[in-house]
Every structure is written in structure tokens, then in C-alpha cells.
């Protein structure tokens, strides 16, 4: 089968495309950027492309004789874009590779959205029914093209759209890798009660969901959370990533309401200058938001079964960290 995979650089799109290869599948990954160690997609067997989903020829010559679609791009923590970009990729370029992928007869387009479309979860743990509420600008046009898929889905093409809860692993040096650095320093500043709720998902169990998402029949028209069986209060993640590291860290806690002015100062400061800020809102909301997440729908709909738990997760995640250089 040939899998186009959108986002393909990316650390999510890159463990996808190997598990692919692994199956046997032939696969083209579409990217804007080249990203961590590319080399190594194309030395597997798949095809890289560099260009952006908004690209209406790109996206036409990657699609030819393409079977399934696992659309991932997206446009995600640009700090140096208005905020129409958001909207140009996440919006405009998912129905550019739906308008595509409808005229070339593909058997299934999989999108993959986010759980931040439900925000700050009211009543935890949220199931896909729960409030939708975004955050911020990312994750409300994430959601705005959830509708736009299901068009299409109304007009004969098999869709499904996946909301991912927090994606760590092996191989993704951002997402997690504050959270190693403070705690292998032995003390992480925890700002608020440190009980608001954090659900993980660890990369080889979303891979198994988006894998399971391309069976024919299965959940579509549908929309599916994702994440890892077991959902924790950020400071037991905190020393759970202590315990994994063999670190005994220590969690002072600190009043949050300054952390968040900072955040929003910081924010606004460093934008004019395309610097990344020390500090920004979305950083500060992982003290205080709620993320706990009810997997039942896609454990009966698809079948799904996350395999790695948090323990394990984080120790592989830790290793990888040390190996690379980057704790």
C-alpha cells in the first residue's frame, strides 16, 4: 500500500513513516523542512519531499498512486508568523490535501487534530463529546478543520480524525525535554498546587492508534482521543521523570499569577524580535490546566491498546535524552 504521510519530517510523522517502511508499506513524507536526522527517512526507502501543504503541485505530484493519507502537518509553536499562517496551514492546507486526496480515489485520509481542542478540561477525565474550548490559536484551528474533513467525508471519502493527547518519545527533543533538564539538575520549580492533571502519550502508542485508524471500516467519520492508559498530576509526572532518570528531585512550590504576567510580557517582548521567549502562555497553562482524557471510544472503535506505560515510557525517553546530548 502507499501511505502519503504530511508532516512527515516531524517527530510524529518520522515514527510513522518507519513503522510503515517496517510493514512493508511504500511511503512518500511531505514536509516544509528537513527535520531531525531526514537522512535517515530516505535511507529506509521513503520517498522526502520538501515542500508545504498549502502547495497545491506538491501536494498533486505526491499523491499520485497514493492509497491511504496520514495528514500530521501542521503549523505549531511559530512564534514569528501572524496568526493567518495558523490558519493558512491548518485550515487551507488540509483541504488543499483533502481536495487531492478526493480527486486521486483514496481509500482514507486519517487528520491528525490534537486534544487541545476541549482546552482546560472542566470535568475530568474528557471523552470526545466534552466541551470544545480551545486555548489559543493553534489548537482552534486544528479544530476548525475537523469540520472540513468530515465534508469530505459526506462526499464519499473514508476520513477519521485523531486527537492526540501529549506526544513524548524517543527521537523528539522539544516536547519533554524541559522537564528533563530541570529535573536532572536535581530541583523543578513547580508553580501553582502541582495537582493539576497531565495525560502522556507516548509515541509508539499513538503510531499503533494511526496505524490501527487506516483499517477499512474503522471509525469513520469519527473522532478518537488518544492517549497512554494512565493520566497524573504534573508533579507526579515530575517525580516519575525523577525516578526514571535516578534523580531525587525536589519540587518547591511557587505562586503561579506572576509566572503567567511574565508569560504574556515575555511573549509580546521577544514576537518583534522572532526570538523564542523563556517564558510564554502556553508553557505557563501546562501549571494550570487540566488534560485527562477518557480512551474508552477508541479502545472499543478501533481496537486500540497502549502498550508502553508511563514508567517505561519515560525511561526510554531518558536514555534517549542522554544518548543524543540533549540532558
Known amino acids: 500500500m502507499k501511505v502519503l504521510v504530511t508532516g512527515g519530517t516531524g517527530f510524529t510523522g518520522k515514527a510513522l513513516v518507519k513503522r510503515l517502511i517496517d510493514e512493508g508499506h511504500d511511503v512518500v513524507s511531505l514536509d516544509y523542512q528537513e527535520g531531525l536526522k531526514t537522512d535517515e527517512i530516505r535511507s529506509?526507502?521513503?520517498?522526502?519531499?520538501?515542500?508545504?501543504?498549502?502547495?497545491?503541485?506538491?501536494?498533486?505530484?505526491?499523491?499520485?498512486?497514493?492509497?491511504?493519507?496520514?495528514?500530521?502537518?501542521?503549523?505549531?509553536?511559530?512564534?514569528?508568523?501572524?496568526?493567518?499562517?495558523?490558519?493558512?496551514?491548518?485550515?487551507g492546507g488540509t483541504k488543499v490535501v483533502l481536495d487531492a486526496a478526493l480527486a486521486h480515489k483514496v481509500q482514507k485520509f486519517v487528520y491528525c487534530s490534537t486534544c487541545g481542542v476541549h482546552g482546560n478540561v472542566d470535568n475530568p477525565p474528557a471523552a470526545e463529546d466534552a466541551p470544545i474550548q480551545p486555548g489559543d490559536y493553534y489548537q482552534q484551528t486544528k479544530y476548525d478543520a475537523e469540520p472540513v474533513v468530515n465534508e469530505y467525508c459526506k462526499k464519499g471519502m473514508d476520513t477519521?480524525?485523531?486527537?492526540?493527547?501529549?506526544?513524548?518519545?524517543?527521537?523528539?527533543?522539544?516536547?519533554?525535554?524541559?522537564?528533563?533538564?530541570?529535573?536532572?539538575?536535581?530541583?523543578?520549580?513547580m508553580f501553582g498546587s502541582g495537582k493539576t492533571?497531565?495525560?502522556?502519550?507516548?509515541?509508539?502508542?499513538?503510531?499503533?492508534?494511526?496505524?490501527?485508524?487506516?483499517?477499512?471500516g474503522k471509525g469513520v467519520g469519527e473522532a478518537y482521543l488518544i492517549a497512554d492508559e494512565e493520566y497524573v498530576s504534573i508533579e507526579t509526572l515530575v517525580r516519575k521523570t525523577g525516578k526514571a532518570l535516578g534523580v531525587d528531585v525536589k519540587v518547591p512550590h511557587y505562586p503561579i499569577m506572576p509566572l503567567v504576567v511574565a508569560g504574556h510580557i515575555c511573549e509580546k517582548v521577544c514576537k518583534p524580535f522572532k526570538i523564542t521567549?523563556?517564558?510564554?502562555?502556553?508553557?505557563?497553562?501546562?501549571?494550570?490546566?487540566?488534560?485527562?482524557?477518557?480512551?474508552?471510544?477508541?479502545?472499543?472503535?478501533?481496537?486500540?491498546?497502549?502498550?508502553?506505560?508511563?514508567?517505561?515510557?519515560?525511561?526510554?525517553t531518558g536514555e534517549w535524552y542522554r544518548a543524543e546530548g540533549y540532558i
Open 197 to 216: 492533571l497531565y495525560h502522556p502519550l507516548y509515541i509508539d502508542n499513538l503510531v499503533d492508534a494511526l496505524m490501527l485508524a487506516m483499517e477499512p
Open 277 to 316: 521567549p523563556p517564558i510564554f502562555p502556553r508553557r505557563v497553562d501546562w501549571f494550570r490546566q487540566n488534560r485527562a482524557f477518557d480512551i474508552s471510544k477508541a479502545k472499543r472503535d478501533l481496537g486500540y491498546a497502549p502498550k508502553i506505560d508511563l514508567d517505561e515510557g519515560l525511561k526510554r
Open 44 to 91: 529506509w526507502g521513503a520517498k522526502v519531499v520538501i515542500g508545504s501543504v498549502t502547495n497545491r503541485a506538491v501536494v498533486e505530484e505526491c499523491m499520485e498512486g497514493v492509497d491511504m493519507v496520514q495528514h500530521l502537518a501542521a503549523a505549531f509553536r511559530e512564534l514569528d508568523v501572524p496568526n493567518s499562517y495558523y490558519d493558512e496551514v491548518n485550515v
Open 160 to 189: 477519521i480524525i485523531i486527537r492526540p493527547a501529549a506526544i513524548y518519545g524517543p527521537g523528539d527533543p522539544e516536547r519533554f525535554q524541559m522537564i528533563f533538564k530541570r529535573v536532572t539538575k536535581g530541583t523543578f520549580p
